[in-house]
Nanobody, 118 residues
Framework: QVQLVESGGGSVQPGGSLTLSCAAS????????MGWYRRAPGSQRKLVAS???????NYDSSVKGRFTISRDNAKNTVSLQMNSLRPEDTAVYYCHAVFYFDHARNYWGQGTQVTVSS
C-alpha cells in the first residue's frame, strides 16, 4: 500500500519560514517525479514545485526564489523549504508522486495546512 505522509505545516507570520516534509512508503521515490501542490480556499489545486528523477527543479512563478524543493531517495522523502512566506501562500499543501515510466500511476498525500497571518 502506497502512502505519502506530509508534516511540518502550521501557522507563521508573514516573512517567516516553514519546511514541509513528505515521507513515502510502498514506493521507491527514486523512480518518481515528486512534487508539492497547494489548494487555497476557493481555488483549485495548483502545482507549487516539482523535482524530476534527475533532480531537475520546477517552480511556479509565485514561489520562485522563495521556495526550494529537495529529495532524499535514500530516506524516501521530499521536502519543501518555504521562506519569506506571504499571506497568499496560505493553503493546504499536498505531496504528489508520479511514476516516471507510467504517469497514470500517481499518488497523493492527505495534505497539511499552512497559514500565513499576522
Amino acid at each position: 500500500q502506497v502512502q505519502l505522509v506530509e508534516s511540518g505545516g502550521g501557522s507563521v507570520q508573514p516573512g517567516g519560514s516553514l519546511t514541509l516534509s513528505c515521507a513515502a512508503s510502498g514506493i521507491s521515490t527514486s523512480s518518481y517525479i515528486m512534487g508539492w501542490y497547494r489548494r487555497a480556499p476557493g481555488s483549485q489545486r495548483k502545482l507549487v514545485a516539482s523535482m524530476s528523477t534527475s533532480e531537475n527543479e520546477n517552480y511556479d512563478s509565485s514561489v520562485k526564489g522563495r521556495f526550494t524543493i529537495s529529495r532524499d531517495n535514500a530516506k524516501n522523502t521530499v521536502s519543501l523549504q518555504m521562506n519569506s512566506l506571504r499571506p497568499e501562500d496560505t493553503a493546504v499543501y499536498y505531496c504528489h508522486a508520479v511514476f516516471y515510466f507510467d504517469h497514470a500511476r500517481n499518488y497523493w498525500g492527505q495534505g497539511t495546512q499552512v497559514t500565513v497571518s499576522s
